[in-house]
């Protein structure tokens, strides 16, 4: 086990919660933004846990979920409508003009 394994599991937490919190089901772009920046600061903490100790399964797996963390929120912002379990209060009706995205 990592030395530094509860600053790991504490931004696990604050990772779980952000994606809870701000990106759920009904999204809006505020909460959005919101999340990039949080998303943001846990990644730049990470990455000076990642240079300052050594390199843990761990780690590496919260690198990888604040990554797609990144995606989800990246590909809810350019979806400007509401589609299946992306409900955008911003933009609650469907467009068939952005049905097939692919980012």
Same mark, same amino acid.
């Given at each position: 086990?990592? %030395?530094? &394994?509860?600053?790991?599991?504490?931004?696990? %937490?604050?990772? @779980?919660?952000?994606?809870? +919190?701000? !990106?759920?089901? !009904?999204?809006? +772009? !505020? $909460?959005? @933004? $919101?999340?990039?920046?949080?998303? +943001?600061?846990?990644? *730049?903490?990470? *990455? @000076?846990?990642?240079?300052?100790?050594? !390199?843990?399964? @761990?780690?590496?797996?919260? $690198?990888? &979920?604040?990554?797609?963390?990144?995606?989800?929120?990246?590909?809810?912002?350019?979806? %400007?409508?509401?589609?299946?379990?992306?409900?955008?209060? +911003?933009?609650?009706? %469907?467009?068939?003009?952005?049905?097939?995205?692919?980012?």
């Amino acid at each position: 086990e990592p %030395k530094e &394994m509860i600053l790991i599991t504490q931004s696990l %937490k604050e990772l @779980q919660q952000v994606m809870s +919190d701000y !990106v759920g089901i !009904v999204r809006n +772009d !505020v $909460r959005l @933004q $919101r999340a990039m920046r949080r998303l +943001d600061l846990l990644w *730049e903490e990470t *990455e @000076q846990l990642y240079e300052s100790s050594s !390199v843990s399964t @761990q780690l590496l797996e919260l $690198r990888n &979920m604040i990554t797609v963390g990144y995606l989800v929120v990246k590909g809810a912002g350019f979806r %400007k409508e509401s589609r299946g379990l992306h409900y955008n209060t +911003d933009y609650p009706g %469907k467009s068939n003009l952005v049905q097939n995205i692919v980012l």
